[in-house]
């Protein structure tokens, strides 16, 4: 299966950047070209992640998904106050120009999303804001608990964090009801996927409380990278299966 | 501009390729693509970091396709790699892989650097329909002439040019024996790609190459060429590059160029 180490710049991303590209096979793309899983990479996170970690490789080639793996640095993958334009970025730009690339669908049903931690909320969270965009959603290992108020998202380097990414006011309501990804759960109209690992069981069990019967657990006893491989292969099984 | 490095499972090497396909940002779909082929004992990366040929070829709206054919010297080495073999294989699966380069042969360009070249004019010959116009820098274009000074004592090359190419009675008559199939070609009456030779004054290819430039002349089959100041090397090179291109492009060679 071919691997596409890419750099390139972006105009409305401004800077340089990178991204890997796993495509199932070498000949004969389906007319309209593969379907697509955007890859989302954790908290500063590389584009290089899931391949050096998983066998993303060899599930692209079996599942017959072109697999897009972009990084997002430290923006959540939102168009950041403080910041580059990672969402319109990963969600706008990117498709657009490598869907006259290279032979991938532009078509929604075949258009899929995951990501791990930081990865896990861009895509629960584009997807929730824009469901007809994607087929499928996915997440694993991910806080959805970013803008609580509890000791944990309270310390000066979070907030510090959030302030940079959504502005000062980043617990206004008018943030919140935009970006809060427990307030956008009210409007889950699709399935989301929430994967289950040994590592945070109980956040999960939280965000998938929320969703109600929107939300389908993936679950593996396994751990770390372990873990979010064996999360990403049910996933992409979904996919694969329509 | 964006670069993709490409690793791909190999049929012809039983393992992994690769190539790297380089787009320019403003420039109508399919792009025109120049095809360049890096010199003995380097890969797809060298003619890149050795030259500023992507700011010549962007600036022309022509995207880079540049494989790596290892030490294949772009033949099927007796003992070795299939290096040519390889190379025709990334000229059937990039524009399958990247849709948007095109495949029209008035889009289609060659560019080989030193050994390179030898795969740039042999591409060109073995698929005139194909390609617009191929050129070549201080390159072994008549390797059959090579292998003969060798095995007299008169070239300097290694056992790399015996492994892969045997002797010159070996190559003779091959599709790599290019003078012949360019004489073939002309005396058959088919088109052949526009070519063009270039090389410096003071280098152990020039010998070579005026061979080449000759016998060309003599069977009357067009060649472009040009004698640039300096040795084998991007000195040499770099500035007659985007002037080359032009002459591909436009048919025009002009020193005002850059």
């Known amino acids: ?242 | 501009m964006a670069i993709f490095h490409i690793q791909y499972p190999s049929k012809v090497l039983g393992g992994e390729g690769e190539f790297l396909v380089i787009l320019p940002e403003r420039a109508p779909r399919p792009y025109k693509v120049l095809w360049l082929l890096h010199g003995a004992f380097g890969e797809a990366y060298g003619s890149i970091w050795d030259s500023s040929i992507i700011r010549y070829a962007l600036n022309r709206g022509l995207a880079i396709v540049a494989p790596s054919s290892y030490m294949g010297v772009y033949t099927d080495m007796i003992y070795g790699e299939a290096g040519y073999s390889l190379v025709k294989e990334v000229l059937e699966i990039a524009p399958k892989l990247c849709p948007c380069l095109s495949v029209k042969p008035e889009d289609s360009f060659l560019m080989g650097i030193s050994m390179g070249g030898h795969g740039s004019f042999k591409l060109a010959l073995e698929f005139p329909e194909r390609f617009a116009a191929t050129s070549a820098f201080s390159s072994p274009i008549d390797m059959v002439g090579v292998m003969t000074a060798l095995a007299e004592g008169r070239h300097g090359g290694g056992h790399e040019l015996v492994d892969a190419f045997g002797s010159a009675d070996a190559y003779r008559g091959t599709i790599g024996d290019i003078l012949h199939r360019a004489k073939s070609l002309k005396d058959a009456g088919s088109p052949m790609p526009r070519m063009f030779l270039a090389w410096g004054d003071n280098e152990h290819a020039s010998g070579e190459c005026n061979v080449v430039a000759k016998c060309f002349a003599e069977w009357g089959i067009p060649l472009e060429s040009r004698v640039g100041v300096g040795g084998h090397s991007f000195d040499t090179w770099d500035p007659m590059l985007p002037k080359v291109l032009d002459w591909m492009l436009k048919g025009e060679y002009s020193d005002a160029t850059c």
């Open chain 1, 1 to 242: 299966m071919p691997l596409v180490d890419a750099r390139g710049g972006f105009p409305r991303l401004k800077i340089t950047t990178r991204y890997s590209i796993a495509l199932p096979c070498v000949y004969d793309a389906p007319e309209g070209g593969w379907p697509v899983l955007w890859l989302l990479a954790d908290d500063g996170g590389l584009y290089s992640d899931w391949v050096r970690r998983t066998a993303v490789e060899s599930f692209a080639e079996e599942l017959g998904i072109a697999v897009v793996m972009p990084e997002g640095l430290h923006s959540d993958y939102e168009d950041m106050k403080r910041g580059l334009d990672w969402n319109t970025f990963v969600f706008d730009e990117l498709p657009a120009y490598l869907q006259g690339v290279f032979p991938l669908s532009a078509d929604p049903k075949k258009q899929f999303v995951f990501g791990a931690g930081m990865g896990g909320l861009g895509a629960i969270r584009q997807a929730l804001r824009d469901p007809a965009a994607f087929a499928a959603a996915g997440a694993v290992d991910t806080d959805f608990n970013g803008f609580d108020t509890d000791a944990r998202h309270t310390t000066p380097a979070w907030e510090h964090r959030m302030a940079t990414i959504y502005g000062d006011d980043f617990r206004a309501a008018e943030i919140l009801a935009r970006s809060d990804p427990r307030q956008l759960a009210a409007q889950a109209v699709a399935t989301l996927y929430l994967g289950k690992t040994g590592n945070d069981p109980e956040q999960m069990d939280a965000f998938a409380a929320l969703l109600g019967d929107k939300a389908v657990m993936l679950t593996t006893e396994r751990t770390g990278w372990a873990g979010r491989e064996a999360l990403l292969r049910q996933f992409m099984e979904v996919c694969a299966r329509g």
